[in-house]
């Protein structure tokens, strides 16, 4: 199992920028990929990025261009950088893992509240 511990959230007026962490500790010579998830209320859970440990990254197409996904290997951390901020992403950001094998591990979550 992997732990993961979310930081960083808060609340921000629109057009303003916030940085998301989480770090990641058991076992986590298994994890493959790792994403940002969030989910607002009354709607579903969906992935906002995600980043394999090659580096290579997908985002959802609401973010792209705002948000930037990065990761530590060496550190086990994870980070998402959130630029030019809407009332629409005001949402509960979840960090997770998914290891080797596709099982996933989820933190959290931290709340991200954006202001018009």
């Known amino acids: 199992q992997v732990q993961l511990v979310e930081s960083g959230g808060g609340l921000v007026q629109a057009g303003g920028s916030l940085r998301l962490s989480c770090a990641a500790s058991?076992?986590?010579?298994?994890?493959?990929?790792m994403a940002w998830y969030r989910q607002a209320p009354g709607k579903q859970r969906e992935l906002v990025a995600i980043?394999?440990?090659?580096?290579?990254?997908n985002y959802a197409d609401s973010v792209k261009g705002r948000f930037t996904i990065s990761r530590d290997n060496a550190k086990n951390t994870m980070a998402l950088q959130m630029n030019t901020l809407k009332p629409e992403d005001t949402a509960v950001y979840y960090c997770?893992?998914?290891?080797?094998?596709?099982?996933?591990?989820w933190g959290q979550g931290t709340q991200v509240t954006v202001s018009s």
């Open positions: 997770c893992v998914i290891r080797v094998g596709g099982r996933q591990d």
């Open positions: 058991g076992n986590i010579f298994a994890i493959n990929f």
């Open positions: 980043i394999n440990s090659g580096g290579s990254t």
